[in-house]
Antibody, heavy 121, light 107 residues
Framework: QITLKESGPTLVKPTQTLTLTCTFSGFSLSTSGVGVGWIRQPPGKALEWLAL???????RYSPSLKSRLSITKDTSKNQVVLTMTNMDPVDTATYYC?????????????WGQGTMVTVSS | SYELTQPPSVSVSPGQTARITCYGDALSKQYAYWYQQKPGQAPVLVIYKDSERPSGIPERFSGSSSGTTVTLTISGVQAEDEADYYC??????????FGTGTKVTVL
C-alpha cells in the first residue's frame, strides 16, 4: 500500500520560514522515474503546484515562488522536505505532497491527506 | 506564466453527460491529467496521459484531446460525481501547472 503523509506546523508567523515534511511508504525515491511533489490550495481556491524532486535529484520549482522554495529528499528515511521562506498570510493553505511515476507521465497519482497551514501573527 | 483555463462550473442532471474543457497553449504538445476533489478531501487522479484511466476509476470517466483543448467527459453522471475537477499539465521546461478548476453540480 502506497501512502504519503504531510507534517509540520499548523501556525506560522509572517516572515517566518515554513518547513514541511512528507513521509511516504510503499515506494522508494531511489527508483528510476519516481518523484515527490508539493501542491497547495488556499481555502476555497484552486490547486497550485509548488515544487518537485525526482529520484535523480533533479529539482523543479514554480517560477513564481522559486526564490522562496527549497526541496530536499532523504531516501533512507523515505522523506521529502519543503521549506518556504518569508511566509505571508496569503500563503495560508492546505499543503499536499504527492507521488509522480514515469509510467503515468507527469501525473500526481497518489496524494497525502494534506496539512493546513495558517500564517498569522 | 503558463495557464490552463477551465469553465468555473458545469451543471448536469443525473444520467446525463458532463463535459469539462481545459485550454492551454502547450496542450497540443504535452499530456493532460485530470483530478477529482470532493469537499475536505485530497484530489484523486481520474485520467492520465490525456485519456488513460487508473485502476479503480469508473469507466464513465474518459478523456480526450484536440489541439490546445482537452476534455474530461463523465457519461451517465451520478450524484457521487459532484465535485471539483482540475486539469494539470506541464510546459516545455518541465514546470507543472494546474487548471483553474471546474465545479460540477449534479441537479
Amino acid at each position: 500500500q502506497i501512502t504519503l503523509k504531510e507534517s509540520g506546523p499548523t501556525l506560522v508567523k509572517p516572515t517566518q520560514t515554513l518547513t514541511l515534511t512528507c513521509t511516504f511508504s510503499g515506494f522508494s525515491l531511489s527508483t528510476s522515474g519516481v518523484g515527490v511533489g508539493w501542491i497547495r490550495q488556499p481555502p476555497g481556491k484552486a490547486l497550485e503546484w509548488l515544487a518537485l524532486i525526482y529520484w535523480s535529484d533533479d529539482e523543479r520549482y514554480s517560477p513564481s515562488l522559486k526564490s522562496r522554495l527549497s526541496i530536499t529528499k532523504d531516501t533512507s528515511k523515505n522523506q521529502v522536505v519543503l521549506t518556504m521562506t518569508n511566509m505571508d498570510p496569503v500563503d495560508t493553505a492546505t499543503y499536499y505532497c504527492a507521488r509522480v511515476v514515469a509510467a503515468r507521465g507527469d501525473a500526481f497519482d497518489i496524494w497525502g491527506q494534506g496539512t493546513m497551514v495558517t500564517v498569522s501573527s | 506564466s503558463y495557464e490552463l483555463t477551465q469553465p468555473p462550473s458545469v451543471s448536469v442532471s443525473p444520467g446525463q453527460t458532463a463535459r469539462i474543457t481545459c485550454y492551454g497553449d502547450a496542450l497540443s504538445k504535452q499530456y493532460a491529467y485530470w483530478y477529482q476533489q470532493k469537499p475536505g478531501q485530497a484530489p484523486v487522479l481520474v485520467i492520465y496521459k490525456d485519456s488513460e484511466r487508473p485502476s479503480g476509476i469508473p469507466e464513465r470517466f474518459s478523456g480526450s484531446s484536440s489541439g490546445t483543448t482537452v476534455t474530461l467527459t463523465i457519461s451517465g453522471v451520478q450524484a457521487e460525481d459532484e465535485a471539483d475537477y482540475y486539469c494539470q499539465s506541464t510546459d516545455s521546461s518541465g514546470t507543472y501547472v494546474f487548471g483553474t478548476g471546474t465545479k460540477v453540480t449534479v441537479l
